[in-house]
């Protein structure tokens, strides 16, 4: 069974843009995670859906949103971007067993 | 934050048997012990996860004390490619719900040829 993939793996932006992350889970698991992890705060959550619904949310500004599709397929999005939204973010899929399988992450670089 | 203890780093010489230790003095009935563990900049790895027997899967074991206070990862013969960042994390188990899971600093696992 494949992993969770996330897309890009690398991603630069200038300060002010926005950015759209993917995510797509293992085959057959609906909820997912996005985590967000920085030298400084270590890894955090930041929200989770399930049958595109969002069903918890971490303590992160509203410049961080994300959204679910039917295909369980995930997005986030964070607008405005500042410097030290340079992170790897970190996208977490589970299935019926609640255990969270974790994809290899994307890296944003914000200049 | 993070409800469990972990040593910062710990080393271990290849082929012997590495074993993490954490501490979870405040765990409540409901909650598992998880593991994962996290190769530099890649996402973490899930190991294995226990309620209060102990667990063995094709990577590791997991020893859970009796008052379930404390337990330990066990890696039997550490490889070079076990050097990573190994969390203990301890979550409540839902039917309906999916909780976060809350990350501490981990143990820097070096193993050493």
């Known amino acids: 069974k494949a992993g969770v993939t996330q897309t890009p793996r690398y991603l630069i932006k200038t300060r002010g843009q926005q950015v759209t992350l993917s995510c797509s889970p293992i085959s057959g698991h609906r909820s997912v995670s996005w985590y967000q992890q920085t030298p400084g705060q270590g890894l955090q959550f930041l929200f989770e859906y399930f049958s595109e619904t969002q069903r918890n949310k971490g303590n992160f500004p509203g410049r961080f949103s994300g959204r679910q599709f039917s295909n369980s397929r995930s997005e986030m999005n964070v607008s405005t971007l500042e410097l030290g939204d340079s992170a790897l973010y970190l996208c977490?899929?589970?299935?019926?067993?609640?255990?969270?399988?974790f994809g290899p992450g994307t890296r944003l670089t914000v200049l | 934050d993070a409800k469990t203890t972990q040593p910062p780093s710990m080393d271990c010489a290849e082929g012997r048997a590495a074993n993490l230790p954490c501490n979870h003095s405040t765990i409540s009935g409901n909650e598992y012990v998880y593991w994962y563990r996290q190769i530099h900049s890649q996402g973490p790895q899930y190991i294995i996860h226990g309620l209060k027997n102990n667990e063995t899967n094709e990577m590791a074991s997991l020893i859970i004390t009796e008052d379930r206070k404390s337990s330990t990862l066990i890696l039997p013969h550490a490889t070079l490619r076990d050097t990573a960042v190994y969390y203990c994390?301890?979550?409540?188990?839902?039917?309906?719900?999916?909780?976060?899971?809350?990350f501490g600093k981990g143990t820097r696992l070096s193993v050493i040829a």
């Open positions: 977490a899929s589970s299935g019926l067993a609640d255990t969270q399988y």
């Open positions: 994390i301890v979550r409540v188990g839902t039917a309906t719900g999916n909780t976060p899971l809350v």
